[in-house]
């Protein structure tokens, strides 16, 4: 079973930026569609952004132009830059490798 951990998140002011990254316990092979999606409590989890094994991205509107994913040469990080964060984007990230059912325990972004 691949695990997924994320790291990366933290308390920032408005405007700032985050980085987030996305270890893989393994290297990921073959087709793929990984995803970060972000939460906040009592709230319905929503998608950020989608990449594809062919290297196609899709963002949400909210992360157009803002976050942009990226996948390292090992094919292990997935990681996501966050730059000129809002207040509204204050939620809980998590990771998916969503072909293989994997999910992380996600890590948390503040911005005030």
């Known amino acids: ?5 994320e790291s990366g998140g933290g308390s920032v002011q408005d405007g700032g930026s985050l980085k987030l ?5 393994e290297k990921i092979a073959g087709s ?3 995803a970060w ?3 906040v409590p009592g709230k319905e989890r929503e998608g950020v952004v989608g990449l594809d094994d062919d290297g196609s ?3 949400a509107d909210f992360a157009e132009g803002r976050f942009t994913v ?7 990080t997935l990681i996501l830059q966050l730059n000129s ?5 204050t939620a809980m990230y998590y990771c998916a490798n969503i072909l293989r059912g994997y999910w992380g325990l996600g890590t948390q972004v ?3």
């Open 1 to 5: 079973h691949v695990q997924l951990v």
């Open 21 to 25: 990254s996305c270890v893989a316990s």
């Open 32 to 34: 793929y569609c990984l």
């Open 37 to 39: 999606f972000r939460q």
């Open 57 to 59: 991205t899709t963002y």
């Open 70 to 76: 990226s996948l390292d040469n090992a094919k292990t």
């Open 85 to 89: 964060l809002k207040t509204e984007d």
């Open 110 to 112: 503040t911005v005030s």
